[in-house]
């Protein structure tokens, strides 16, 4: 296959654990539910809104984002970005990735739970620091971060009265619906849309994951036209030609043949919170009526020394995924020991460490195949906005693909409400 975006996707060391031309076989299939999607039919279709966002974007939402991360990059030096699930994952995963720009002010998070010992935290870094709020929320009724928007609320106002408050806030919202809406109608705060056909977890390239990562000084518009480029790439109608199918068609036929565990594994810690993205898309897309495969992430080498040993030897129905990078910045290269070599690390000298790390993948790799798991990888020439975007957008279109091929909604939730019923009639909400 060829590279898009500097990714190149190989599954051969999968498609080695399945009958031959089982992937192929499902090309009919796939090609079926890909039409399906572009002509935006069949379960979830309205919620396919993410499909066109990396063409839609104008100049003019960029030149917004612009202008906001200038305002806070004038007048703060933290911003808390208060939302959860959808409504962080995709820009905190893309901000570990990538790593803020220069002068950027520091990005915390706020409201992706209920745990105080975390908003503590939050609220001592801003004690002497001058801090701005984005309050992200679809439905804008989301008991996580209303709870921590209404206690960071209440401190803006204390310190920059109810005025300043206001011009310190940014809702991300629904355009209509919501308390969060109606909220920042009232008072005036600047706002932005979240398109009502684009689902929380398909939400990254849209103002949730653009506004925040624009004002932590990412190159939003090289990572949306990286999304391009990969969407361009997974229109291709030869499977073995397009990412997004073919990393569909693998997972589905090693889960059809028993295989209902997928590890993302990466040996970069920069990538550690795609991993927690990704688990979010696929375990929420695919999880329903009884089905889907169980995501799950891994950071190597740490994780070999504490799951090594189940991947390498425990229940067989495991697949794993890498997600791998090639060149990892300027180098770190090991030196000539200060001592006698006692440490018996002379053979490395002059190595650099993403060589070594590079290796301790296609070792770990082997180990793995070796042991019986499948393994597919994703390696990235280099870590840069143009690569996160691509992959974004390759995994969005594999889940709805693979989703469809389940035969569930791979863009509902219904599952998530459950919970939400027994806690909030523990805790008294009016007609709970
Ligand atoms: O993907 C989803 O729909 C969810 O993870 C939501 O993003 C999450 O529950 C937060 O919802 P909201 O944005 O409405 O606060």
């Known amino acids: 296959m060829q590279k898009v975006c500097g990714i190149e996707l190989s599954t051969d060391l999968a498609e080695s654990f399945l009958e031959g031309g089982a992937v192929q076989a499902l090309a009919p299939e796939i090609a079926r539910v890909a039409d399906e999607l572009e002509a935006r039919q069949g379960p979830g279709h309205e919620f396919l809104g993410w499909l066109d966002l990396p063409t839609a974007t104008t100049d003019e939402t960029f030149e917004r984002y612009d202008a906001a991360a200038a305002r806070a990059r004038d007048d703060s030096e933290a911003v808390v970005v208060v939302g959860i699930g959808g409504s962080y994952l ?84 629904d355009a209509e619906q919501g308390a969060l809406r109606a909220q920042a109608d009232a008072a005036g705060w600047e706002s932005h849309v979240i398109p009502g056909d684009v689902g929380g977890r398909f939400s990254v390239l849209t103002p949730v994951g653009l506004w925040p990562l624009a004002v932590a000084g990412v190159d939003v518009r090289a990572l949306v036209g990286g999304a391009a480029t990969m969407r361009a790439a997974c229109r291709d109608t030869a499977l073995h030609e397009n990412p997004a199918h073919l990393y569909a068609a693998v997972r589905a036929a090693l889960y059809r043949a028993g295989f209902m565990t997928e590890v993302q594994a990466t040996f970069h810690t920069g990538l550690a919170t795609l991993g927690e993205w990704w688990k979010q898309l696929f375990g929420e ?48 290269t090991v030196p000539a020991d200060v001592g006698d070599g006692g440490d018996g690390l002379d053979y490395l000298v002059g190595r650099r460490l993403d060589d070594i790390n590079w290796q301790a993948f296609a070792g770990t790799r082997q180990a793995h195949v070796d ?34 091929l389940l035969g569930v909604n791979p863009f509902d939730q219904p599952g998530v409400e459950a919970y939400k019923r027994e806690m909030f009639r523990r805790l008294g909400k009016p007609g709970s």
Not at 286 to 310: A, M, N, R, V, W
Request: glycine share 14%; hydrophobic share 40%.
């Open 285 to 332: 897309s695919e999880g329903k009526d009884g089905k889907g495969i169980f995501p799950t992430s891994t950071l190597y080498t740490t994780d070999l020394h504490s799951l090594g040993q189940y991947l390498q030897d425990g229940r067989r129905d495991l697949l794993e995924s890498f997600l791998v990078v090639r060149e990892d910045g300027p180098p770190v």
């Open 90 to 173: 995709g820009a905190r995963a893309v901000l570990d990735a990538l790593g803020p720009g220069p002068g950027a002010p520091w990005i915390l998070y706020a409201g992706t739970g209920l745990c105080a010992t975390q908003l503590r935290g939050v609220l001592s870094t801003l004690e002497d620091r001058d801090f701005r709020v984005c309050v992200i929320s679809k439905s804008g009724t989301t008991l996580e971060p209303a709870l921590s928007f209404r206690i960071l609320r209440g401190l803006l106002e204390e310190r920059y009265g109810a005025d300043g408050a206001a011009r310190r806030i940014t809702a991300i919202t």
């Open 371 to 404: 042991g019986g798991v499948p393994c597919l990888t994703f390696a990235l020439d280099r870590l840069d906005a143009a690569a996160v975007g691509g992959l974004i957008y390759l995994f969005e279109k594999a889940v709805a693909v693979s989703g469809r």
